[in-house]
């Protein structure tokens, strides 16, 4: 599927979707630990 | 498989399975419906945020309360702005190497004008990357400048050398990226929340960001202008 890809633009799609998943993680992780504190 | 460094051809691209294109279009369709419902649930009448921003500006590091927004208050959005940008070059470079520039060399007077311009434009991103701190500027004009200075090199004839074609241009146009998450990430270690810069140390961080911003901006938006990816690249 990403065979038109080179390796510099598959590092940089590999890189953005770990730090996509990595700020989403983080967001709701705070988000569910700060609903928690007000509950 | 077809020849990578040839572009594609619409036959190729719709070569994609029913399968891929089913999973796309139902992972579009949840976006839209996410975006649709966020819509709708914004309230109809808002007071907006400009105490809340007046508020905390002397703690963003900034006097320029849309720098503060975009770097620090709203320094989510702004990352993965970043992040967009250089998706939409990735995206661009899938579809094959750069066309061959048509281009005639310049005449006297673009060769002048040019040569003349280029300079004048990198200054003047410099200084609305400086200013961006307390007056209308920042990295997203500043890089706006130096990519338009970009675009006027290449309309007029000029290339970029082949040595500056693989990784130092690529590493140009992750810096604005790299610096910015490494800088969120990091600030994590004096015990703060993703992207919340201790005060003291926020303007200096900020430039930083934005240094880099600027200089990725500029790269980004003058090789989305080339049409495709540069040859002999890696």
Redesign the interface.
Known sequence: ?F???????RV??GA?IL??AL?AG??IA?KTNRDAQNA | ??D?TAR?TTDEYTQ?APV?RLVIALLVSAVAAGLAYAVSSLPLVTTGLQEAVAEQMAQSGVSHPVTAVLLNFRG?DT??EM?VL??AL?GV??LGSAPSSREPPPGAVLEFLTRFFAPLMILIAGYLLWAGAHAPGGAFQAGAVLGASGVLLLLSGWHLPASLAGWPL?LTL?AGLAVF?AVAAGVMWTGA??LEYPPQWAGGLILLIEAAATLSIGATLAALFLGG?PED??
């Open positions: 599927m065979g038109y890809l080179k390796k510099f633009e940089v799609v953005l730090m996509l700020v983080y967001w705070k | 498989m077809h990578k594609l994609v891929v989510y990352l993965l992040g250089l998706l990735v470079w899938s690529r992750v998450a929340s993703l990816r690249s890696p």
